[in-house]
Every structure is written in structure tokens, then in C-alpha cells.
T-cell receptor, first 109, second 114 residues
């Protein structure tokens, strides 16, 4: 069975500090990993996906198959980054999406 | 484009009563998902449709939950009868019918069963 683990429920950082939101997964096949974000009073939306290898709003995430991780990073946190972040795994053929429990990022001014 | 539209936004019902949620996906999106999100948890898939066919309903509690997408567009999710443990946010999402495409979420319906 596939599983996504986000060990931190809450991560508080000061503005300008680096951010790393942790995500580990277990899946026997070849995974597709995503990060979704939910800002206050807004709907859940895609932030980035590993196959795109792009930086969105300064965030990047690298898939590490050896460590089965897909941590989300940003070198300098901004107040507008405060939100709930969910890591998600898409299993190939079945199109089954499994979400982690989420991490609330709080950027302190 | 309004995105995925869900109604109602909030619903409070007494236990043992029925309740229904409605979802209108983004135009042209053949794949539709219903998720349940309990407090402090991530979304959990209940059912996925490809057009009008339910292709994954393995997580749907079929004794009290039902869903339909008759014309392959709008969808309804029903709970009958509701239990206290059904209190959650019910999310609808849609995507293009292609592998590995982004899912777009609605605002969700917050259900409180008292």
C-alpha cells in the first residue's frame, strides 16, 4: 500500500529564513509526487510536481528515490507563504492519489 | 472560469438524516473525484469517475454513501443516514482524462453532524 508521511504538523520560521517541509513516501512502483498548498480561506491548489522540475513561488522539491523523500524547500520564507502544505503521491496505472496529513507553515514577520 | 463549484458550502444536520452534496467540475474535465478531509488530516479519496463511470470506489463506504455522475458532468454525493463520524469537509476535484494531470479542487462542503 502507498503511504505519504509529513512528520511535522506545524513549522514556524522567521521571515527570510530557509524553509524545508518534509515529505516521505512508500510505494513499490514509480511514483509521481506533488505538493499542494491551501492558503487561508482558499481552495486546495497545486504548487508543483516533481516531473516539471520547476520552481514555483521560489519553492523547489527534488525527488530522492534512495531516501523516498520529496521535501519542499525555499531559501527565504515570505509572510505570504504561510499556508497548509500537502504532499501527494500519484500511483501510476491506477491514478490513485494519496495525500499526507499536511504541514502548516507559519512565517513569523 | 469559475473553477470547480460545490454546493452547499456548509451543512449542519442531525444524525440519521440524509444529506447530499453537489459538484460541477471544470468544463471539459472528464475525471471527477470526491474526497473526504477530516480535521487535521489530508484529503482521502472516496470515489473517482472517468466520465460517468466510477472507476475507483474502493474507499467509499457503500452501506451509507452513494454517488452518481449520470451525464458525465455534474456529480452528487449522498450520505444516508449520516453519522456523527461523517463530520468532515467533502472536496470535489476534476482533471483532464490524461495520466498525471493536475487536479483542480472546489471549495469543499463542510458537513457537521450533530
Amino acid at each position: 500500500a502507498q503511504r505519504v508521511t509529513q512528520p511535522e504538523k506545524l513549522l514556524s520560521v522567521f521571515k527570510g529564513a530557509p524553509v524545508e517541509l518534509k515529505c516521505n513516501y512508500s510505494y513499490s512502483g514509480s511514483p509521481e509526487l506533488f505538493w499542494y498548498v491551501q492558503y487561508s480561506r482558499q481552495r486546495l491548489q497545486l504548487l508543483l510536481r516533481h516531473i516539471s522540475r520547476e520552481s514555483i513561488k521560489g519553492f523547489t522539491a527534488d525527488l530522492n528515490k534512495g531516501e523516498t523523500s520529496f521535501h519542499l524547500k525555499k531559501p527565504f520564507a515570505q509572510e505570504e507563504d504561510s499556508a497548509m502544505y500537502y504532499c501527494a503521491l500519484l500511483s501510476g496505472g491506477y491514478q490513485k492519489v494519496t495525500f499526507g496529513t499536511g504541514t502548516k507553515l507559519q512565517v513569523i514577520p | 472560469e469559475a473553477g470547480v463549484v460545490q454546493s452547499p458550502r456548509y451543512k449542519i444536520i442531525e444524525k440519521k438524516q440524509p444529506v447530499a452534496f453537489w459538484c460541477n467540475p471544470i468544463s471539459g474535465h472528464n475525471t471527477l473525484y470526491w474526497y473526504r478531509q477530516n480535521l487535521g488530516q489530508g484529503p482521502e479519496l472516496l470515489i473517482r469517475y472517468e466520465n460517468e463511470e466510477a472507476v475507483d470506489d474502493s474507499q467509499l463506504p457503500k452501506d451509507r454513501f452513494s454517488a452518481e455522475r449520470l451525464k458525465g458532468v455534474d456529480s452528487t454525493l449522498k450520505i444516508q443516514p449520516a453519522e456523527l463520524g461523517d463530520s468532515a469537509v467533502y472536496l470535489c476535484a476534476s482533471s483532464l482524462a490524461q495520466l498525471n494531470t493536475e487536479a483542480f479542487f472546489g471549495q469543499g462542503t463542510r458537513l457537521t453532524v450533530v
